[in-house]
């Protein structure tokens, strides 16, 4: 399951999505809004999607993370929108039979909605600019 | 032919959607080309960015069906 959402995260309601009896391990990752990013000051993102396309690759990832871990249940969540320090952007939880599997089924999620699903990021940095992140682009 | 713009490549085009002029049977690289001929502002950023026809990632040897949605899609940045 996986959703975009503008709303706070319910992050437990997720881990109890997927908590079930023929799984022993629960894995939720949160990503939050962090402040410091190689020196700059953030002071919020703003997050944007291509959303018909983004929920197709979401829902591939889903299908990738099931085909490669015996996986119990697994929900993927990204918000939208303004986000404030500390904030959770995105969510990914996964049950398993046993811990091993859990923490690389979680890992190989999150990894690959970083990779291949069309969201963007935009940095409100502390000096009032602005700037769409560019994990192709390094920093000076 | 209309292309949907994201993120940074919306904000240099200063719009959501760009009208590209490309015969039919184009593929997805002269598309491209066109698109760094029409839109100068576009064309650094272009040369990083993906193209997505109906939804999903094309190579630039794709020929484009008739009545495709195609975006423009920056490097993506999510999570």
């Not at chain 1, 109890?16 to 190689?38: H, I, M, P, S």
């Not at chain 1, 303004?82 to 959770?88: D, P, R, S, V």
Request: with cysteine.
């Amino acid at each position: 399951m996986f959703s975009l959402t503008r709303d706070i995260i319910d992050y437990h309601a997720l881990t109890e999505q997927v908590r079930r009896n023929d799984c022993g391990a629960v894995v939720t990752f949160l990503g939050t809004v962090r402040e410091l990013t190689e020196g700059k000051q953030t002071v919020a993102l703003d997050y944007e999607a291509y959303p018909e396309m983004a929920e197709k690759k979401l829902a591939e990832i889903e299908r990738e993370v099931r085909s490669r871990w015996p996986v119990g249940d697994v929900v993927m969540v990204h918000r939208l929108g303004h986000l404030e320090l500390g904030e959770i952007s995105v969510a990914v939880a996964v049950s398993c039979p046993h811990r091993d599997q859990a923490f690389a089924a979680c890992r190989y999620a999150i990894d690959r909605v970083k990779e291949i699903v069309p969201i963007w990021k935009k940095e409100n940095w502390a000096d009032g600019s602005t700037e769409w992140v560019d994990p192709t682009q390094a920093h000076g | 032919m209309k292309i949907r713009l994201f993120a940074r490549a919306k904000d240099l085009a200063a719009a959501e959607r760009i009208d590209v002029d490309l015969p039919p049977g184009a593929t997805v690289g002269e598309l491209r080309r066109r698109i760094g001929e029409q839109y100068p502002a576009l064309a650094a950023l272009l040369a990083r960015s993906a193209l997505a026809v109906n939804e999903e990632f094309a190579h630039d040897g794709l020929t484009l069906p008739v009545n495709a949605d195609v975006a423009l899609l920056p490097p993506v940045s999510g999570g």
